[in-house]
């Protein structure tokens, strides 16, 4: 009678993405905490960084998320309106 294999648990995957951020960030850190110690105002320029950076991403999300479905409905309308001025029979 053949054996047949036991099942293998489910293997966890890791989290690479989360561990490269964070890694990340520690680096971001200790990069600036050395600049500092040469630069004394190098942590007012990481604020400001910080402060441009949230700028855009408020903007990519007003602009590119909130306001794309509002300009693409109105293009169908626009073209809508010119496909039904061009048509043939209205005269």
């Known amino acids: 009678m053949p054996l047949t ?3 293998q648990p489910p293997k966890q995957e890791v989290p690479t993405v989360a561990i490269a951020l964070i890694v990340g960030g520690f680096m971001v850190v200790a990069f600036f905490g050395l600049i500092a110690i040469v630069i004394p105002g190098a942590v007012q320029m ?3 960084m910080l402060l441009l950076i949230a700028f855009f991403a408020a903007q990519y999300f007003v602009w590119g998320r909130r ?3 509002y300009v693409v409905k109105q293009e169908r309308l626009k073209n809508e309106a010119h496909a039904n ?3 043939p029979g209205a005269e």
């Open 5 to 7: 294999p036991e099942p």
């Open 67 to 69: 306001l794309h479905a």
């Open 85 to 87: 001025d061009d048509s």
């Open 46 to 48: 990481g604020g400001a």
